[in-house]
Each structure stands twice: as structure tokens, then as C-alpha cells.
């Protein structure tokens, strides 16, 4: 008796795609493993990185899936090969193509397996990079955003506001006389003031704004609002919480009195975050120069402002 040849045709394209597969499978692991070491070494790509990771896991998904529907295609065609009549040379080719098939379904169970590693792997290592992420963007005194956390937040809000106009504000604050805090008990003190304040205004801040420390006692704030009065009237609640508590100056002392000076904006048509930035500055600046504990705001100049002196 011959060989069916339409049954090995239809046992070689079960058993082709498989191979295919395997060696796809590991010809794209390998490329993304040597991917994900490359990108490690790269700071400014571990965003990048976190999302190829995302869409791997999703194509491992996928591959297992294939990988389900191959092996339950081969043990139909092993069914139907071992209930073939035997005669002559036949049956030696029978248990050839049945060891074969065997040999793929056994292969088929170890990508399984390789597939789930990965998938494993590459979970750990989305969170490790997504908590490294976060670390890089928050001040490890205060437990707020650093300047790096800053800088891009504000880079994005500003993109919201030439896009599609979504306001914001942006505040510069600075702890008055804090130098007299280090100078008369000491850094260590300074520092639990800067962390208290920190922490303050971070739980005072509504939902959708950011609360940074860009260094010694200065701090950012960016409120989601609607305008400079909401703004503004959410700064006079912020400066009056730091001025009502009592900030701990070390472990035993919760008495400690500070004050903040702050300068407000928000953006214009025509601004930049660099010169959004030195608006706020300048406000700063106001509030310092007038005495301190206090809160000063600037509008943009408008276009045919030249002739004003404070623009």
C-alpha cells in the first residue's frame, strides 16, 4: 500500500509552522534580550524600554496560544497515522513519522515552558524598571518630585496648553530666612523643615497638580486650574497651611514656625516653559523683595506692552 500523500502533506504544514515558530521564537527572544541590556544602559530610554516590554508580554500571549493550537492539530494527526494498516515498509514509516511528531509535541512543551520563563522575566523586569523610573523623578529627602520630575511634568502640561489650551499654574516658592534655621540648629534640622513641607504641601496640592523640591529650600508647584484668581487663591491656602503649622525640627521638636514666599503665573499664547519660568521667578523675586511671607503673581505683557515698565 502507498503512502496517502494528501496525510503527509497535511503532517509536514502542522509540522513546518511549528519549526518556523520555534526558531522565531528564539531568533526574537534573543534580539529582545540583548534589547532590554542595551536600553538599561541608557537612562533617558526606560520609558521606551517599560513599553516594548508591555507589548512582548502581549505577543507571548499570543505565541502561546499558537503554540495550543499546533499541538492540538499534531496529536489529531498522530491519532489518524497510528490507526493506519501496516504492510511492507509502511509500518517502519509509520513509526518514523510518529516518533517525529512526537519529538515536536515534546519540543512543542519545552517553548511552553521557555515561553512562561520569559513571560515571567520580563514582568519582573517592567517593574523593576518602572520603580527605578519613579526614583529617578522624586527627591529623596522630601519624598515629592525632583527637578528631573518636575521639568518633564511641566514640559507636558505646557504641550496640554498650546495643544488644547488645558490651563494650569505655576508657582516658585522658597522657605523664608532658612539659612537662619541651618545656621542657628543646624542642617539636620533644615532638612526635617524642607521634608515637613515637603509633605505638606504634597497633601494640600488637589488632584492633577505636582508638588517638587528643585533644591536647598526652593520649591515648584504646578495647580490644575481654570485661571490666575483660582490660582491664586489656591496659593494664599497653601502659604497660610505652611505658616499655621508647627514643623518638627527634629525628632523631639514639633514647634517650629516657618513662612513661604511665593511667586505665581500662568501661561500665555506665546509662552515657553523657559519663559514661563522666569515669570514666576520674577514674582518670587517681588515677594522677597516686599518682605517676605508673601505672594506676589504676573500676568503675561501683552503684545503692545512695550512702553510698560514692569513687562
Not at 77 to 96: A, I, K, M, P, Y
Not at 99 to 128: H, P
Not at 225 to 241: G, I, N, P
Request: charged share 25%; proline share 2%; net charge neutral.
Amino acid at each position: 500500500m502507498e503512502i496517502d500523500n494528501t496525510l503527509l502533506l497535511r503532517i509536514l504544514a502542522c509540522f513546518l509552522p511549528i519549526v518556523a515558530v520555534s526558531l522565531g521564537v528564539g531568533i526574537w527572544i534573543g534580539r529582545s534580550v540583548a534589547q532590554s541590556i542595551e536600553t538599561r544602559r541608557i537612562r533617558s530610554e526606560r520609558d521606551r524600554t517599560v513599553r516594548t516590554l508591555q507589548a512582548m508580554l502581549q505577543s507571548t500571549d499570543a505565541l502561546t496560544q499558537q503554540v495550543d493550537v499546533r499541538n492540538s492539530e499534531l496529536r489529531h494527526v498522530e491519532q489518524t497515522v497510528g490507526h493506519l494498516r501496516s504492510v511492507n515498509d509502511l509500518e517502519q514509516v509509520q513509526d518514523q513519522l510518529l516518533q517525529q511528531i512526537n519529538n515536536v509535541i515534546v519540543s512543542n512543551r519545552k517553548l511552553e515552558d521557555d515561553l512562561s520563563a520569559t513571560r515571567f522575566e520580563l514582568q519582573q523586569q517592567a517593574m523593576q524598571l518602572d520603580e527605578t523610573r519613579r526614583e529617578a523623578r522624586t527627591d529623596a529627602l522630601s519624598g515629592i518630585a525632583n527637578r528631573k520630575g518636575f521639568d518633564e511634568h511641566l514640559t507636558y502640561v505646557m504641550g496640554r496648553w498650546q495643544a488644547k489650551r488645558a490651563p494650569f499654574g505655576l508657582v516658585l516658592a522658597d522657605v523664608d530666612h532658612f539659612k537662619r534655621i541651618n545656621d542657628s540648629l543646624g542642617h539636620v534640622a533644615g532638612d526635617h523643615v524642607v521634608a515637613g513641607i515637603g509633605e505638606l504641601l504634597r497633601k494640600s496640592v488637589r488632584p492633577g497638580g505636582l508638588v517638587a523640591r528643585l533644591g536647598g529650600d526652593e520649591f515648584a508647584i504646578i495647580l490644575k486650574v481654570e485661571d490666575l484668581e483660582t490660582a491664586r487663591r489656591a496659593c494664599e491656602r497653601l502659604k497660610k497651611a505652611v505658616e499655621n503649622a508647627n514643623l518638627a525640627a527634629s525628632d523631639r521638636d514639633a514647634g517650629l514656625s516657618v513662612t513661604l514666599s511665593m511667586g505665581l503665573t500662568v501661561p500665555s499664547s506665546d509662552d515657553t516653559v523657559d519663559s514661563l519660568l522666569r515669570r514666576a521667578d520674577q514674582a518670587l523675586y517681588q515677594s522677597k523683595k516686599q518682605g517676605r511671607n508673601q505672594l506676589n503673581q504676573l500676568n503675561a505683557c501683552p503684545a503692545d506692552s512695550s512702553a510698560d515698565s514692569s513687562c
